[in-house]
Nanobody
Framework: QVQLVESGGGLVQAGGSLRLSCAQSGRTFSNYAMGWFRQAPGKKREFVAGINWSGAYTAYADSVKGRFTISRDNAKNTLYLQMDSLKSEDTAVYYC?????????????????WGQGTQVTVSS
């Protein structure tokens, strides 16, 4: 069983920054590729960023490329999402996810484990 707990969400002005964290427990963190997804009211859950088991490979949605950075610390069993130059359209609940494969995937169905989500609100 894998448990994921996100933290770091909040209210920020447009142009500001936030750093999300996701702490994993239950299984060996480095065995899993990880991802961040988000879901705004009335919209489908969408891929934001993914990282492979070692951290050597990352992938981003076009909408966040150049503004967001995903990283992981396998020694601390923690995943991060640094969000800079935030826009109002980034407002959503952000979810951390894990899949029992080593490589990145961008579809929610490819991830078996999910956190409870953390709210990010960007005011314009």
């Amino acid at each position: 069983q894998v448990q994921l707990v996100e933290s770091g969400g909040g209210l920020v002005q447009a142009g500001g920054s936030l750093r999300l964290s996701c702490a994993q427990s239950g299984r060996t963190f480095s065995n899993y590729a990880m991802g961040w997804f988000r879901q705004a009211p009335g919209k489908k859950r969408e891929f934001v960023a993914g990282i492979n088991w070692s951290g050597a490979y990352t992938a981003y949605a076009d909408s966040v490329k150049g503004r967001f950075t995903i990283s992981r610390d396998n020694a601390k069993n923690t995943l991060y999402l640094q969000m800079d130059s935030l826009k109002s359209e980034d407002t959503a609940v952000y979810y951390c996810s894990a899949r029992s494969e080593a490589e990145i995937a961008s579809l929610p169905d490819n991830y078996a484990y999910w956190g409870q989500g953390t709210q990010v609100t960007v005011s314009s």
